[in-house]
C-alpha cells in the first residue's frame, strides 16, 4: 500500500528557511517523479517542484531561485529545502508521487502547513 508521509512544516518569520521532507513506502520509488505542489486558502493548487527518477528538476515560477528540490534513491525520500521564504509562500505543501511507466499509479500525502509571517 502506497505511503507518502509530509514533515518539516511549521511557522517561520519571513527570510527563514525550512526543509520539507516526504517520506515514501509502499511504492517503487525509483521508478517515481516525486513533486512538491501547495496550496494557499482560496487558490488552486500549483507544482512548485519536482524531480525526475533520472534527477531531473523542474520548479515552478514561484520556487525558482528559492527552493531546491531533492531526492535520496536508497532512503525512498524526497526533499524541498525552502530558503528566503516570503509571506505569500503560506500554505499547505503536499507531496506527490508520479509513475514514470504507470500513469494511474499518481500518489498524494497529506500534507504539511508552512505558516511565514511578516
Known amino acids: 500500500q502506497a505511503r507518502l508521509v509530509e514533515s518539516g512544516g511549521g511557522k517561520v518569520q519571513a527570510g527563514g528557511s525550512l526543509r520539507l521532507s516526504c517520506q515514501t513506502s509502499g511504492i517503487a520509488f525509483i521508478y517515481h517523479t516525486m513533486s512538491w505542489y501547495r496550496q494557499a486558502p482560496g487558490k488552486e493548487r500549483e507544482l512548485v517542484a519536482s524531480?525526475?527518477?533520472?534527477?531531473?528538476?523542474h520548479y515552478g515560477a514561484s520556487a525558482k531561485g528559492r527552493f531546491t528540490i531533492s531526492r535520496d534513491n536508497e532512503r525512498f525520500a524526497a526533499y524541498l529545502q525552502m530558503d528566503n521564504l516570503e509571506p505569500e509562500d503560506t500554505a499547505v505543501y503536499y507531496c506527490n508521487a508520479l509513475s514514470s511507466t504507470y500513469a494511474d499509479r499518481n500518489y498524494w500525502g497529506q500534507g504539511t502547513q508552512v505558516t511565514v509571517s511578516s
Open positions: 524531480i525526475s527518477k533520472d534527477r531531473y528538476t
